[in-house]
Structure formats: C-alpha cells, structure tokens
C-alpha cells in the first residue's frame, strides 16, 4: 500500500491510530478514507487470492444464508454467498481474520472460502437477505398458530419426562 495507493504519511498516521486503539489497520485506511473499498478489496484479492463480489449485483443463495445465524453474520461482519459442496463462500471485511474464519467453518461444517466486498455494503447485504428470512418464519409462525388455535392442526405434542428418560442415548 505504502506509496502507491496510500500516500505516506496517511500511512504512517493509520498505523497510529490502529497501535494506539488496537484497530485492524486496514479499517482504519476505511475509517479514515485514506483508501477506498475498492482498493483494500483488489489488494486483498491480489495478496489473498481471495475472489472480489459486488455485493449489489450477486444472487445470494438462501441455503448459504441458513448455514450462519444472524447475530453471528452481524457480530463478525461476514455475509454467506453460496455453497458449493463442502464449500461455503463467504464474504468477509476481514479474509484474513482465522478466528472468525475458524467459528464460521465450525458453526457451518463447512470449509469457508473467504470473499471480499469490491462494492456493496456488508452490512446491507445482511439486512436484506436476513431480514427477508426472518420475515417469512415470522409468517409462518403466525400461520401455524392461527391454524392450531382454530383446530385445523393439532398442536405439537410436547414429549412426557418419562419418554424423555427413556430415549436411547
């Protein structure tokens, strides 16, 4: 980054603030627009090798979105795009961050295909594709209680302790 696509001396006050806060530098290059998201996304794919998404334009699958709770997606700032057998490609602010890369891989069973952002708001993604999903349970939720209160289904059975004990471990 140095020279190229971030002038010295903002790198040099970036490296402050992320010493002094205990930051992550390149949010602080975010934070402070000494670079774009463009940028840090091209330099993250360049040194990664981690594949680049335009968040506004790519069809984000459902059955990836299932796989990682949204308080986790949210907590952690990573937003699931698609599976692809075992392979769960997920896009991160932060490709480089094992941690999180590590409880997504446990959380999903999955092996996690770390993407980053070229345009496109993590965050956004989150909100729609979250927000979509949680309305429909919403619905449904609501349907099956009007159903059952109206008799049309029987409600679930709860199990007895005693069958509860019994269960083959």
């Not at 530098?25 to 996304?41: D, G, R």
Request: charged share 20%.
């Amino acid at each position: 980054l140095d020279g190229a696509l971030v002038r010295p001396e903002d790198l040099v006050t970036a490296q402050e603030i992320a010493r002094n806060t205990g930051r992550k530098l390149p949010i602080v290059l975010l934070e402070n627009k000494f670079v774009t998201q463009e940028t840090l996304s091209t330099v993250y794919s360049f040194q990664l090798g981690v594949p680049t998404v335009d968040l506004n334009q790519y069809k984000i699958k459902a059955e990836a979105v299932a796989l990682i709770p949204e308080n986790v997606a949210r907590e952690h700032n990573v937003m699931p795009l698609s599976l692809d057998g075992d392979t769960l490609l997920v896009c991160m602010s932060d490709p480089t961050d094992l941690q999180v890369i590590d409880t997504l891989s446990v959380m999903s069973r999955k092996n996690i295909r770390p993407a980053v952002p070229l345009r496109g708001d993590i965050l956004a993604a989150i909100d729609s594709n979250y927000r979509l999903t949680t309305k429909i349970e919403e619905q449904i939720s609501r349907v099956v209680s009007e159903a059952q209160a109206q008799g049309r289904i029987a409600p679930e059975p709860l199990l007895a302790p005693e069958a509860i004990s019994q269960a083959p471990v």
